[in-house]
Structures are given as structure tokens and as C-alpha cells.
């Protein structure tokens, strides 16, 4: 097993090289000079100069792209152009949108994707089935931004008044400022060092830090403008995951020992559960890790439709803002994170088999 | 003995049937198959006689209509005079959008551009990635290992990030969204590609053409290639359902179809602050893509269960 994460540790180191190449070059590639992006038409030729000089942009891209990776193996992303303040800094205020959201979308995905599948499998032909399979066909096929504009509609303006009327947009509630979780329990923690960081990451989290904090109104408004995008988000894995279960367990159920279990008069919940479910998880883990790369992109979307101040959107927003940093920076830890989500699959399947880590 | 004759030559016969008569068989058994192959009748019927179907130019105003006889008003709801509509209103299936055009007359044009979006980008990603992946598969080696870490890279970002990140490169636009897209979708053509190449390289015929002098070029794509094809019009299928939808995508988010393209993606996009007001504006477009995403969903499904010997049995 220590031998093929070796393995696969090395493989992805190329790959990960390759990332940073792609995404400086992409970033280097992109037309129109930064200097008049940021600073507008009407920069003078001198200021230019001095913004270019300022920013490392002034060397030859070989010198630059030493410089960048420097930088990166040292943890410093570098200065966002438009906000002016290092690239980090802004990455630990916009991930713990984007991974609350993700995470609630997969939660979403997972608790109704793999029962789903499960029930269709094991009431193979029936309507269950039949409608669970067509739901899931028409889930994959959703555009995401469409499903989030509709949703927002009904449950904010056709169910106005009603018990189940949601927020269409935001995080919050306006007026509403939730209180780290780190300051309710008066933990005395020195700002700048390590804990303090990762605490201040999490308490970014609104729907986490609330009920560390026990802030159960905050905790309230902030599900309540999560559910929507969560839901509009996890549409796409939860029908994948429906799919893969449903298809993973039809294959397992059709086997002899399954059908020993049962000879042996075992209970169906016993034999689904304990016997099927445990050998058809190989495919579904697959499907899980691949589809939290899908999230990201699907951030992008929900996070732009839902106004959630989130990775995705200032991604997408420094793209067209042409900011160096922010774009080299986001991309390099999307795909380093989507890297090592593969890596974790690919190790997660080879504990679950063992034929795989012997080959 | 006459019934032995008899379930022989029927033996015989079914022997004799191509794959594609057994494909097409088990296909119309599917009923979400058949189901995904009406829907994509009707949309390349609408694709193909939009412009006798359509009302109205789909790129003009109502203020360009010369005698136009209803008010002109941004984002009129729909009026259908067999629902009660005044007959002495012009009749908007869809109603008006913001720039006081017919919804209805754009949301057709927009099945002729969906469609083209789908098959283009496809058919550019297959080429692409046919060639990658039978010169990877074929040549092993460091050729195999350049190409496939390259893809590596490419897959190693979330589709829709990457095509967001090449679009902003070459320009907002239709054309470079298309590429961004194609780009994107190779490396699943290369993979599939590669993979089919490897399993056959070492056969006897591919053998027996090398020993009767077969050059490269005829052995890559005369003899192993052909054996890629199954596998790659599943993929390929499946691959204009996500091409239409990230293209869409990437139009909601003003990076591909501009104005005043009757494109759905876009149509939606622009009219996506107006949800709450003019709902109908937001709501056929995405239909439309949903509906024409789920077709060739339906459609690349039914053709890997019925290209799959495996499932043989079940049909």
C-alpha cells in the first residue's frame, strides 16, 4: 500500500508542475496590458513603467515564471492588483464561501443520491425506479444558473408569505454580524500566528461558526440562505450519484454470495446494507471525488446567480479584470486541490480493492 | 427437420446482421432512447425550419417592424390570442425581451445555434483527440507519456474554469467559446482513443498487416482506428450535452454568444437580473437547454448500453 501512494505521490508531481506552467502562461497570455486594466485608459506611459516595475512585470517571462515559482514553494501568491493586498489574504476570506457551499451541496448530494440509487436498484423496474432514473436523467442535464434563478423565484417571491419562503441571494441577513466563535469562548489567541489563522478560516464558515458559538439566529439565517444555492449546486452530482449507486448495486445484487446471504435467510435491510452496499461503494466513491471538481465549476455559477462572495465568482471576476495574481493563485489551488482529490480517490480505491494496489 | 432448417437460417441470418443493425435494434428498445431521439427529431426540425417557423426576425426590434400594430414596450409577458389574449394585440407566444424582440421567434434560432454548438465543438475536440490519442497509444513511450501528461494537466482543471480562463485569452465571443470547450473536451476523446488503440496494437491482423508491409499510416487508421469508433460515438454523444451546456454557461456569463445572438445561454444571461419581473424570459431558454441536454443524454446513454456486448442479454 506505502509503495503505490508512493507511486502515485510521484506521478503527480509532473502533473502538478505542468499546473503552474499552464496557469502562468494562461495568465501571461491573456491580451491587454494589466497596467491599463487596473489603473484605467488614461495611465501615462510613466506610470506604467512604475506599475510594471513595481509588480515584476518589467523582467523577461523566464525571469518571471523563476520568480513566481519561488514564490509559490514559499506560500506567497504575490499582490492582488485590484485590491491591493496580498493574494492570500483574500483566498482565506473567499474559500470558506466556496468549501461551505461545496460541502453542503455534497451532503446534499450524497444523502439523497446514494438512498436514492439504492431503492432503485433494489426495486429494479418499478416506478421508483422509473421515476428516480428520469429525475436523475433530467438532474444531469440541468443547467445550474437556470435551476438557481428559478428556485430563487419560487421560493422567494411565488411562496412570499409563506413558512417556506428562502432569501434569494446573500449570506446573511442585512444588519446581521455574526461573532467569531473564537471570541464567544474568549480564547486568547495572538493575531498573525498559525491557530489564530485557522481559526479566523473557520469561523469565516457562517453556518460552522454559528453553532460553535451557539449563535443559533445566525445559524438559522445562514442555512436559510444557503439551502438554495446548496440545493441548485448538488443537482448535477446528486443525479451522477444517484446513476452510479443505482447501476454499482445492480451489478453487486446479480452476485452469488449476495444470493447465498439471503439463502442463509438473512434480512433484505441486512444484505443491501452490509453485504451489496460495501462492494458497490468502489464506483461511487469515483463519482463523488470527480464530482467535487465539478463543484468548483459549478461555484462559479451559483456563487455569480446567488451574489455569494465566494472562490468562483472573484475567479471569474479577475479573469476579466485581468489580475494576475488573483488568477495564477485561484487556478494553482483549484487544481492542486483537484490533484489531490484524484490522488485520495485513487488511494481510497485501492484500499477498498486490493487488486488494483497489486497491479 | 423442416423446423431445425428453419431456426438455422434464422441463426444464419442473425449472424449475418452488422452491428450497427444489432445497435439499432436494441437502441428502439430503449424507451428513454426513443424517448431522447424524438426530442432531437424535433429540435433539428425546428433547427432546420426556424426561419419558416419564426414570427419575427430574431435579431430585431418590434421598432424595426415597419407597421408594427401593438405597443412598444420592453418585456411584454406572452400573449397567445387561444388564451384569451386580444386579438387586436400581435400575438408573442413567449412575449417581448428587453430589446422589444420575440422571445418566441429567438428561442427557435436558438435550436439552430445549440445544435451547431453541440456537433462543432465535438467534432474538433474528436479530431484533436483521435490523433493525440491513436499517436500516444500507438507509439508508447516518451510520445505516450508527453501527450498523456499533457492531457493530465488539462483534465487536472474543472472544465468549466478552464474554458473560462482560455475564452478570456482568446477574446469573449461564440468562436473562441466554442474552442475553449473543444480544448477542454480532447483529452476525454484522447483517453478513450488511446485506450482502444492499446488493446488492439498487438492483435494478429494489426500484426499481419505489419508483415505485409502495411506502413504506419494505413496500420493507425485503417486497422486499429475503425475498433476506436464505438467507444468514441458514445463519448462523442454524451460530449454535446456538456458542450451545449458549458457553452451556455460560458454565454450567461457574457463569455461566448454576444448580442444579438439568439443564443440561449445568452438570452438567459441577459435577461437574468429581470427574474422576478419577466420570469418567462428566464424560464424558456433554460428549458430549451435542459431539454435539448437531456435528449442527447438520453440519446448517448441508450447507445453505450446498446453498444455494450455485455448487456446483450438484457435486450
Known sequence: MTTYILRRLLLSIPVIIGILFATF???????????????????????????????????????????????????????????????????????????????????????????????????????????????????????????????????????????????????????????????????????????????????????????????????????????????????????????????????????????????????????????????????????????????????????????????????????????????????????VFFVALNLIVDISYAYLDPRIRLN | MGQNTAKLNAETSLDSVSLWGITRKRLLRRKSAVMGMIILGMLILVALTAHWLAPYDPTKSMLDVPDYPGKIEKRLPPCVHAFGCPESEPQHLMGLDGNIRDEFSRLLYGARISLVIGFATVSFSILIGTVLGALAGYFGGWVDNTIMRVMDVVLAFPSLLLAIAIVTVLGPGLINALLAIGIVSIPAYARVVRGSVLSVREMDYVSATRSLGGNTYEILFRRILPNALTPLIVQGTLGIASAILETAALSFLGLGAQHPTPEWGSMLGQERNQVFTAPHLVFYPGLAIMLTVLAFNLLGDGLRDALDPRLAHVS
Open chain 1, 25 to 335: 502562461a494562461l495568465a501571461r497570455l491573456i491580451p491587454s496590458d494589466p497596467c491599463r486594466a487596473m489603473l484605467g485608459e488614461k495611465a501615462t506611459d510613466e506610470v506604467c513603467d512604475q506599475f510594471l516595475k513595481r509588480h515584476g512585470l518589467d523582467q523577461p517571462i523566464p525571469v518571471q515564471f523563476a520568480v513566481y515559482m519561488g514564490e509559490i514553494f514559499k506560500g506567497d501568491f504575490g499582490n492582488s492588483f485590484r485590491f491591493s493586498m496580498p493574494v492570500t489574504e483574500i483566498l482565506s476570506q473567499r474559500l470558506p464561501i466556496t468549501i461551505e457551499l461545496s460541502l453542503a451541496a455534497l451532503s446534499i448530494s450524497l444523502l439523497v443520491g446514494i438512498p436514492l440509487g439504492i431503492i432503485s436498484a433494489v426495486r429494479h423496474n418499478s416506478w421508483v425506479d422509473v421515476l428516480t432514473m428520469l429525475w436523475a436523467n433530467i438532474g444531469v442535464s440541468m443547467p445550474v444558473f437556470w435551476l438557481g434563478l428559478m428556485l430563487a423565484y419560487f421560493f422567494s417571491l411565488t411562496l412570499k408569505g409563506t413558512p417556506f419562503q428562502l432569501p434569494p441571494s446573500g449570506r446573511l441577513s442585512p444588519g446581521l454580524i455574526p461573532d467569531p466563535f473564537f471570541e464567544v469562548w474568549n480564547m486568547s489567541l495572538t493575531e498573525g500566528t498559525a491557530i489564530y489563522l485557522t481559526a479566523e478560516f473557520i469561523s469565516r464558515m457562517n453556518i460552522l461558526n454559528s453553532i460553535l458559538s451557539g449563535d443559533w439566529k445566525v445559524f438559522k439565517d445562514a442555512a436559510q440562505h444557503m439551502i438554495l444555492p446548496a440545493v441548485a449546486l448538488s443537482t448535477i452530482p446528486m443525479a451522477l450519484i444517484a446513476r452510479m449507486s443505482r447501476s454499482s448495486m445492480l451489478e453487486v445484487l446479480g452476485q452469488d454470495y449476495i444470493r447465498t446471504a439471503r439463502a442463509k435467510g438473512l434480512k433484505q435491510r441486512t444484505v443491501v446494507i452490509r453485504h451489496a452496499l460495501r462492494n458497490a461503494l468502489l464506483p461511487i466513491v469515483t463519482v463523488v471525488g470527480l464530482s467535487l471538481g465539478g463543484l468548483l465549476g459549478g461555484a462559479v455559477l451559483t456563487e455569480t446567480v446567488f451574489n455569494l462572495a465566494g472562490v468562483g465568482r472573484i475567479l471569474y471576476e479577475a479573469i476579466t479584470a485581468r489580475d494576475y495574481g488573483i488568477v495564477q493563485a485561484f487556478t494553482v489551488v483549484i487544481a
